[in-house]
C-alpha cells in the first residue's frame, strides 16, 4: 500500500472521529526494512520513522539524515539502561519509559546534557509477562515519578495482545492519559490504526502497510 494510500485512511478516519485534519501523526516503522524500502519512502517526502533497537537505528540513520536533512526519529522499542545514553543522542521521541529505573537514569543523563527527549511512558495493558510495560494499576505512580525527576512525559503507548479486541485497550489508555492530564497516545499499528484514531491515538505506528513484510536480518 502506498504512502498516500495510508495518508488517506488516517485522515478518514480522522474526520470519522470528528478529529482535525493532521492530529494522528503518522510515524512510519521502519525496523528490519532494507535501506532501499526506507529510501523510497524518504524520497516520497515523509520524515517520521520509528525503530525497535537502538544499535540498527544507529547504523541506519546518521547516513539518512546527513543525505535527507532533519528526520524525527521514534525508538519504539525497550530500552536498556546501558543505551540510555546512546538513544538520548539518536531519537527526538522514546516511547518505551517502562521502569523507574530507567526513568530515573534519563533524569541524570538530562541533568548533564541539558536536554531531554519527549517521552511516552509505556503501559502493558494487557498485563502481558512477555511485554514491556508499566502495569495499568502501577502507571498512575509512573507518571508521577516521572514528573517528580522532570522529564517530559508527552503521554502513553500501548501494544494491545494480538488475540483480544484492540478498542478495548485503546480506550484503558486514553482513561489512564485522561487522568493524568496527558494528551498523547502512541496506539494502532498496520492492523487497527483506524480504531486507534476513533479512540485518540494522537501517534500511530505503521510498518508493514507502508514498507510490507519485514526483512528478518
Not at 516511547?95 to 541533568?111: C, E, G, Q, Y
Request: hydrophobic share 45%; net charge negative.
Amino acid at each position: 500500500m502506498s504512502l498516500d494510500q495510508i495518508q488517506d485512511r488516517i485522515t478518514a478516519a480522522e474526520a470519522n472521529a470528528g478529529r482535525a485534519p493532521g492530529s494522528a501523526k503518522l510515524i512510519a516503522v521502519s525496523k528490519v526494512q532494507p535501506d532501499a524500502r526506507v529510501r523510497a519512502v524518504l524520497d516520497a517526502g515523509h520524515r517520521v520513522f520509528g525503530e525497535n533497537r537502538v544499535q540498527e537505528a544507529a547504523a541506519k540513520w546518521p547516513g539518512f539524515r546527513d543525505e535527507f536533512g532533519p528526520v524525527e526519529l521514534h525508538l519504539l522499542g525497550p530500552l536498556q539502561s546501558n543505551k540510555a545514553r546512546q538513544a538520548m543522542d539518536l531519537f527526538d521521541v522514546i516511547h518505551s519509559v517502562d521502569r523507574p529505573k530507567l526513568a530515573r537514569t534519563l533524569a541524570r543523563l538530562a541533568d548533564e546534557q541539558g536536554r531531554c527527549p519527549d517521552l511516552f511512558v509505556q503501559v502493558n495493558t494487557g498485563a502481558e509477562p512477555q511485554k514491556a510495560g508499566i502495569l495499568p494499576d502501577d502507571a498512575d505512580e509512573m507518571i508521577a515519578e516521572c514528573r517528580t525527576l522532570g522529564l517530559p512525559v508527552l503521554g502513553l503507548m500501548c501494544i494491545p495482545p494480538v488475540d483480544e479486541d484492540a478498542a478495548t485497550h485503546f480506550q484503558m489508555l486514553s482513561d489512564i492519559a485522561a487522568r493524568n492530564g496527558l494528551t498523547g497516545l502512541s496506539m494502532g499499528m498496520s492492523d487497527d490504526f483506524e480504531t486507534a484514531i476513533a479512540h485518540g491515538a494522537t501517534h500511530i505506528r505503521v510498518g508493514s502497510a507502508i514498507f510490507g513484510a519485514r526483512v528478518a536480518p
